[in-house]
C-alpha cells in the first residue's frame, strides 16, 4: 500500500468538506466523510465509535477509530477536523476548497497541496488514518497492542469536541502509553527532516476589569480615564513573555462598558489577554499583570503639559496613590452564579466578566480574573514511552524539541487536575470543571510541516 497516496487522497476529501470556522455543521460533515472511508475498507478490521458533543445545535461529534492489537501498550493519534474560515483569502475564496483549483491559479512548484485545512490540520489526520492502514497489514499477534485516531471538534474555537471526551469509556477505558497529536509543525532546521515535540505549552484567557470615577469629556483634568489606564496597561503587559517557547500577551478584547452614547468619560473598561507560557502559572500571571496595572495608572497620572489646568488636575489625582487592585479568588464556599438560565446561551468570557461585574464594588480599581478556556502545559516526558520516541525521531532524521509552541488540544489530553489548573479555577468567577481529560501518557506532537498555517497561503 501506499501510504503517501493514502494519505494525500485523504486530506483532498478532508479539505473539500468546508468544516470552519467552529462552530458549524461542517464538523459534522467531515466527521461522517472519514466514517465512511473508514468503513468502506476490506480486511480493516477498524472498530469505530462516535460521541455527540452534548447539546450542540450542530450536531458535531468526535470520531474514533481503534485498530485493536495484542498487547497492553496502547498508542492514540489525536486531531481535529475543524479549521478557521476562508475570508481571507479574498479572491481566490472560491478555490478555497479545491486544492487541485489552487495550485494551479498559484503554483508553489512540486510537493505542495493548497487550500484551507491542507496544514491545520486535515493532512495530519489524513496521515495518521494512512498509519493505521498500513499497521493493518502486520499480523494482529506482531501489533501489539491497540492504535487508534481521534478525530475531534471545536479545536478552533473553544475545544468543546476535546473537553467532551472526559468519560467516555472507549478512550479513557485504555491505559495509552502516547498521544501523538498529528498537527502542524514548524519548518524543519537546515539537515533535518521535520521537528518533532515532547510537552506543549499552556494557555490562559486573562480578564482585567477597571474602573474609574466618573467624570465628563469636558474636563478630563479630572485624571484618568478606564481606557488610557487600559491603553497603557496593554503597552506594558503586552511587552512580556512568560516563556522563551512563547511569545508575548496578545489582546482577544477591548471595550468599555457604555451602553450607548454619553458624553462622559470611560469609566469601566474591560480587556481580555490571550496569555502563552511553558510552565504556565496563573499565579505568575496575575502578579505581573497587578504591576502592570499599577505602573499604568502612576504613567496616566503624570501631567502631560505643566502649568495647565489639565495637568493639575491630573498631578492632585496621582498623589491620591494606585486603585486597588485585586485578583479575583473564590471563596471557600463561594458558589459562583450569573443569575443566568441553564439553556442561556452566552461565551464563558461574558459569562466571567458578569460574574466579575455582579461582585466588585462600582469604587475605583481593578479586577484581575481567569475565564475559560485554560491549557494546562504538559512538561516533556522521561518515560520509556517518551524514550522510544525520541529514538524513533533519530532513527527518521527529526529534530526533537521539548514544547510544542502552538496551542492544541494536546494540551487537554494530560492530568486532570494538577496544581496549576486548581490554581487557575480559583481565580476563574464562574464553575469550570478540571481542565484534561486525565490521560496517563507521554504527549508529544508528530505532524507535517508547511507553510501559511491560519493564513491565506496556507500549504
Given amino acids: 500500500m501506499n501510504t503517501g497516496k493514502l494519505a494525500e487522497f485523504l486530506t483532498r476529501a478532508l479539505v473539500a468538506v468546508e468544516s470552519g470556522p467552529s462552530p458549524c455543521t461542517g464538523e459534522a460533515r467531515a466527521a461522517d466523510t472519514l466514517e465512511r472511508w473508514a468503513r468502506a475498507l476490506q480486511g480493516a478490521p477498524l472498530r469505530i465509535h462516535s460521541r455527540k458533543l452534548a447539546r450542540d445545535a450542530c450536531g458535531r461529534r468526535n470520531l ?23 475570508e481571507d483569502l479574498g479572491p481566490l475564496r472560491p ?9 494551479r491559479a498559484r503554483p508553489l512548484g512540486p510537493g505542495w497541496m493548497q487550500g ?32 487508534a485516531l481521534l478525530a475531534t471538534a471545536d479545536e478552533e474555537n473553544l475545544s468543546a469536541g476535546a473537553q467532551s471526551c472526559k468519560g467516555w469509556a472507549p478512550l479513557t477505558g485504555r491505559s495509552w502509553d502516547a498521544v501523538l497529536s498529528t498537527d502542524f509543525t514548524g519548518p524543519p532546521p537546515r539537515g533535518s527532516a521535520g521537528l518533532a515535540y515532547m510537552g506543549t505549552v499552556g494557555k490562559a484567557l486573562v480578564g482585567l476589569l477597571l474602573r474609574t470615577s466618573p467624570a465628563h469629556a469636558g474636563a478630563p483634568d479630572r485624571g484618568p480615564d478606564a481606557a488610557r489606564w487600559a491603553a497603557e496597561t496593554i503597552r506594558l503587559f503586552t511587552r512580556r513573555e512568560f516563556s522563551a517557547f512563547t511569545p508575548a500577551p496578545a489582546v482577544l478584547r477591548a471595550r468599555d462598558l457604555k451602553g450607548g452614547y454619553d458624553t462622559q468619560l470611560p469609566h469601566g473598561f474591560v480587556v481580555f489577554f490571550n496569555v502563552l507560557g511553558y510552565p504556565l502559572e496563573p499565579s505568575r500571571v496575575a502578579a505581573s499583570l497587578c504591576a502592570d496595572v499599577a505602573s ?25 496613590g494606585v486603585p486597588p487592585v485585586a485578583v479575583w479568588r473564590r471563596g471557600p464556599s463561594a458558589a459562583p452564579s450569573t443569575g443566568r438560565s441553564p439553556g442561556h446561551s452566552i461565551e464563558p468570557w461574558d459569562l466571567a466578566l458578569e460574574a466579575v461585574l455582579a461582585s466588585s464594588p ?6 484581575i480574573f481567569f475565564a475559560p478556556p485554560y491549557y494546562a502545559s504538559r512538561a516533556a516526558e522521561r518515560t520509556p514511552a517518551a524514550r522510544a520516541l525520541r529514538a524513533v525521531a533519530r532513527r527518521e532524521g527529526l529534530s526533537m524539541e521539548d514544547c510544542y509552541p502552538y496551542i492544541s ?36 506532537t508528530f ?7 491560519h493564513q491565506p497561503d496556507e500549504a
Fill in 64 to 86: 474514533l477509530l481503534v485498530l485493536p492489537g495484542s498487547g497492553p501498550r496502547h498508542v492514540l493519534f489525536a486531531g481535529h477536523l475543524d479549521t478557521v474560515g476562508t
Fill in 95 to 103: 478555490m478555497a476548497l479545491r486544492p487541485g483549483a489552487l495550485e
Fill in 116 to 147: 484551507r485545512g491542507t496544514l491545520d490540520m486535515k493532512s495530519g489526520i489524513g496521515a495518521a488514518a494512512a498509519a493505521l492502514l498500513d499497521l493493518a497489514e502486520i499480523p494482529r499477534r506482531a501489533r501489539g497492542g491497540d492504535v
Fill in 362 to 367: 462600582p469604587s475605583p480599581g481593578a479586577t
Fill in 409 to 444: 488540544d494536546l494540551s487537554l489530553f494530560g492530568a486532570a487536575d494538577d496544581a496549576r489548573s486548581r490554581e487557575w479555577r480559583a481565580r476563574c468567577p464562574i464553575a469550570a470543571p478540571p481542565s484534561g481529560i486525565g490521560l496517563k501518557a507521554c504527549l508529544a
Fill in 447 to 453: 505532524g507535517p510541516w508547511g507553510r501559511g498555517a
Fill in 296 to 320: 499604568a495608572w502612576r504613567e496616566c497620572g503624570r501631567p502631560a503639559s505643566p502649568g495647565t489646568l489639565a495637568s493639575r488636575g491630573t498631578r492632585q489625582r496621582a498623589a491620591a
